[in-house]
């Protein structure tokens, strides 16, 4: 029996036994209803199971899938925004899919949707666009309040990072919201003009590179992207494998991929431009 085969058949067996009925499953989510009602992603379990032996694995679905079911038995009243709103944080996920649509948020670039939450115990829950949009606040305003709100539970611990020919700033944390600090680069980083590339591998991982000389800017554009994509891959938490350029809170994406010694660079002529203009 494959991987994919035993960690489907577990995610089914807790799933029925902390009540949920199953009408889709695999490896990437499930759809239930009962206990907990709707799409569980299951990717991030995945990743977690991954590296472990797999007489580990029904000790981390349980874990996981337990979490999330006491959290809905908890669940708040999201009606009164008085009652949430000091709760309300925003956290960044991979992109707006079927499932990101429901939720209240802005995408930040492509492959990049930040969402407005509420940041619970021991769970995170979106807010329904519904919700917000009966709320006497507007989206951009309660936005302010959930980046706000992530900075207001603290700095997170900077790192340098070698990448080889140049360096990086690393932020890491086992806090959720940890990518939402990107709101704060200036905080952590002095950026110049230029900007700053910026990685967003997994949502406990920040990187990023001041855009302050031509020769160790094209370095890190490949030194990230290679370390973004490999995060990615290996979770848990997975955001996204891209590349950005940070340029006074806008994100703009790098296109390029990952192959097996060679790394492929698709900038956009403003980038370019950008770059040229560096010191050498």
Known sequence: ??????????????????????????????????????????????????????????????????????????RLDLRELGAVRHLLRTRLYD?????????????????????????????????????????????????????????????????????????????????????????WLRSYVDVPEAGALVAVPTRHCLIAHPMVARETALAATQALLMNAARLYDCGPGAISPHLYWWRDGQMSLLPGNVEPGRVELRPPPEFVAALEGLPG
């Open 95 to 183: 992109e707006a899919g079927d499932e990101r649509s429901l939720l209240a948020g802005r995408m930040l670039a492509p492959g990049l949707f930040e969402a407005l939450v509420v940041d619970q115990p021991e769970s995170v829950h979106g807010v329904p666009a519904g919700i917000a949009e009966s709320w006497p606040e507007s989206l951009d305003a309660l936005l302010d309040v959930g980046r706000n709100q992530v900075l207001d539970d603290g700095l997170l611990t900077r790192q340098h990072l070698d990448l080889g020919a140049t360096t990086a700033t690393l932020l890491e944390d086992v806090s959720p919201y940890t990518t939402g600090h990107l709101h």
């Open 1 to 74: 029996m494959s991987d994919d085969e035993v960690f489907v058949r577990l995610v089914r067996r807790e799933l029925d036994r902390i009540g949920c009925a199953v009408s889709r499953l695999d490896v990437a989510e499930a759809v239930v209803e009962g206990r907990m009602h709707g799409t569980v992603g299951l990717r991030n379990i995945l990743q977690t199971c991954a590296p472990l032996p797999r007489g580990e694995w029904a000790g981390v679905i349980a874990e996981h899938l337990g979490g999330l079911a006491r959290a809905a038995d908890v």
